[in-house]
């Protein structure tokens, strides 16, 4: 498994905007292959940092997702949303156990 986690700080009166764009993207990557879990949100101590948490079923799957048409729309709208740079990372999932 790929897991994708990460933040991005966004621009106080972009919040609206990317609601709008996050919901969008989310639908549709949601309805891919391998799509596992693909899920945003705000942080609870500052609700200008969006929380970025993807699981996905392999790296293929993941590049495959990075290539859709909506995620470069949502990556290219997030550009324009975002108050700096993102710190987003990729980690390969040897196994899982709940809990």
Request: proline share 5%.
């Amino acid at each position: 498994m790929i897991v994708v986690a990460g933040s991005v700080p966004i621009k106080p009166d972009k919040i609206g905007e990317l609601r709008t764009a996050a919901a969008a993207v989310c639908a549709a990557t949601r309805a891919e292959k391998g799509c596992i879990g693909y899920d945003f949100s705000l942080d609870m101590e500052n609700p200008t940092v969006m929380r970025i948490f993807e699981q996905w079923e392999s790296a293929a799957d993941l590049d495959a997702h990075l290539g859709q048409p909506h995620t470069q729309a949502f990556l290219g709208k997030l550009g324009e949303l975002a108050a700096g740079a993102s710190e987003v990372k990729r980690y390969v999932v040897a196994a899982v156990e709940p809990l």
